[in-house]
């Protein structure tokens, strides 16, 4: 009797619709400057008049994630919307979270050059590979600028003295800044200021230093309009790949590594140039090599994965998540941490992502 009933549970179970995917597609305003996020859901989430019960179901599985708090939490910085839903109870419980129904015709999509696109007046927002454009023309300052964040992430990547980073630093004041206004953010509510490079760079870490450096790449050439919108997208990326390593199981190394790969990932977009040349002074671990340029093993699909959904390609992205063995579950909770860790990102690297 009791392996009858447990047939019959397994069979209910395996007949509910899966857990709708999330994903949160950033915004520009209409000057490129990241400043919203879009919530994309994916199949299955919203039931219209014509669908049947499992999709509503599947819907409701949502509710949970949009109560939390951490969902709440990214409409203190960035502006959340969503596109109408047909279901009132998942539109009820985003509204409650500070998320906003986005009006009818206040988004366009760009591809090209955004400052050679006609936006529509009342366009407010901006979706769109814009900022994977080929870059602009820099000049002389701009590239030297770019040129010395990169020297930077080397100098840190074969993790070299502390004296030789501090020295570069002192070339830059552009870097050193931010890197002080960093560290003293950070160590806010001490009461200790933090005035030297060797003290900063002890008090960061190798580790975060790293991170922040990469980062502050696509901050390092105010000229061009792409660099704010690639930093949040990367940002948004290194992070989702670092979480999908640890749902999949990887250790703690390659958990790092994700996080690289998808920092890395739109360096040949940032400067114009091929990946690979981009990549060659860097000491990049195998890996990270193999998934960067050719998309292969562990982080190569995972890359792939996120790839498959900033393209809004669900079936892939659910065909890819049973082959890692990962649960549209652990999906959702990455995307949702990734974009609360973006906004963190973006402040300590410019300042508010909304001001």
Not at 112 to 134: E, H, S, Y
Not at 175 to 190: E, F, I, Q
Request: proline share 4%; with cysteine.
């Amino acid at each position: 009797m009791y392996w009858f009933v447990y047939r019959f549970d397994k069979q209910q179970m395996t007949s509910l619709p899966p857990v709708p995917l999330v994903f949160f597609r950033v915004l520009a305003e209409r000057g490129g400057r990241p400043a919203g996020l879009l919530l994309d859901l994916g199949q299955n989430a919203d039931a219209d008049a014509d669908a049947d019960a499992d999709a509503a179901g599947a819907g409701a599985c949502l509710l949970p994630l949009f109560d939390g708090d951490a969902f709440a939490n990214l409409a203190a910085g960035l502006a959340c919307l969503y596109r109408p839903l047909a279901d009132p109870a998942l539109g009820a419980a985003l509204q409650a979270a500070g998320w906003q129904a986005l009006a009818g015709g206040a988004l366009c999509r760009v591809d090209g050059r955004l400052a050679d696109a006609l936006l529509a007046p009342g366009a407010a927002w901006v979706d769109g590979d814009w900022c994977m454009a080929p870059p602009l023309k820099l000049s002389g300052a701009q590239a030297a600028l770019r040129v010395h964040a990169l020297r930077l992430v080397q100098l840190v990547a074969v993790d070299a003295d502390t004296h030789a980073i501090e020295a570069l630093l002192r070339c830059e004041p552009t870097l050193s800044y931010n890197l002080l206004r960093l560290v003293n953010s950070l160590g806010a509510g001490s009461g200790r200021r933090i005035t030297s490079f060797s003290q900063a760079l002890l008090i960061l870490g190798r580790q975060q230093l790293r991170r922040w450096l990469n980062l502050m790449l696509f901050a390092a050439c105010p000229g061009d309009v792409r660099s704010a919108m690639l930093r949040a997208r990367v940002a948004l990326r290194a992070r989702a790949l670092e979480l999908l390593a640890r749902s999949a199981g990887l250790d703690r190394n390659t958990q790092e590594q994700g996080f690289m790969t998808g920092l890395f990932s739109l360096l040949g977009v940032l400067f114009g140039l091929p990946l690979g040349d981009v990549l060659a002074p860097l000491a990049l671990a195998n890996a990270v090599q193999a998934a960067l340029l050719r998309r292969e093993g562990e982080l190569g699909a995972l890359l792939a994965l996120f790839e498959a959904a900033e393209r809004g390609e669900w079936d892939g992205v659910a065909a890819r998540l049973d082959a890692l063995q990962l649960s549209h579950q652990d999906f959702n909770a990455a995307m949702l941490e990734a974009a609360g860790w973006m906004q963190v990102a973006l402040r300590e690297t410019c300042g508010q992502p909304n001001a």
